[in-house]
């Protein structure tokens, strides 16, 4: 079971705006440590989507945002499209000096 | 451009020790600050770290592989290693080898993993 919660799946249409939400607690991201989200397609190693919360790194679409409150973050994509469609992990640290990855969310885009 | 490749044994039996090599191309892991990490990720299952080296040495490892786990440099042929004793069905996985900058700072560089599967 992972520390970071994440759900298992989300949906949206072509088009639409979809989020994901990341939740740990009080000993990662709650304790300030910064939030990255990975989308790995299929057969593939993830690939960096958003780093220190909300920050893309360059060949990154700007329809792909991220933002961190309290013990959460979440992943936005807007203006889905079908190669969207793939597994996103969130990724944090613990004050136990461990990474933690959240579980998974696979996107389907309708 | 950074690189990192896998490469061992696609199948160990079960209580062996699984044991796998990743090879740096494209910059020197002995560079400071850089943090080198496997990951693993069991058949339609999600990630799960299982350890990092810092370039002077210093592991982190996951607390529930701790026991099983080593993870070593080689800096002379640039390159670092992860073990893992004792293995059994639940350790069938692709493995990742991976770079971190510094400690919280994101993955940014993944091998294209390996898959290993524990059976006899």
């Known amino acids: 079971q992972s520390v970071l919660t994440q759900p298992p799946s989300v949906s949206g249409a072509p088009g639409q705006r979809v989020t994901i939400s990341c939740t740990g607690s009080?000993?990662?991201?709650?304790?300030?440590?910064?939030v990255h989200w990975y989308q790995q397609l299929p057969g593939t190693a993830p690939k960096l989507l958003i780093y220190?919360?909300?920050n893309r790194p360059s060949g990154v679409p700007d329809r792909f945002s991220g933002s961190k409150s309290g013990t959460s973050a979440s992943l936005a994509i807007t203006g889905l499209q079908a190669e969207d469609e793939a597994d996103y992990y969130c990724q944090s640290y613990d004050s136990s000096l461990s990474v933690q990855f959240g579980g998974g969310t696979k996107l389907t885009v309708l | 451009q950074l690189q990192l490749q896998e490469s061992g044994p696609g199948l160990v039996k079960p209580s062996e020790t699984l044991s796998l090599t990743c090879t740096v191309s494209g910059g020197s892991i002995s560079s400071s600050s850089y943090y080198w990490g496997w990951i693993r990720q069991p058949p339609g299952k999600g990630l799960e770290w299982i350890g990092s080296i810092y370039y002077s040495g210093s592991t982190y490892y996951n607390p529930s592989l701790k026991s099983r786990v080593t993870i070593s440099v080689d800096t002379s042929k640039n390159q670092f290693s992860l073990k893992l004793s004792s293995v059994t069905a639940a350790d069938t996985a692709v493995y990742y080898c991976a770079r971190q900058e510094k400690w919280e700072l994101p993955i940014d560089y993944w091998g294209q993993g390996t898959l290993v599967t524990v059976s006899s």
């Open positions: 220190g919360n909300s």
């Open positions: 009080s000993s990662n991201i709650g304790a300030g440590y910064d």
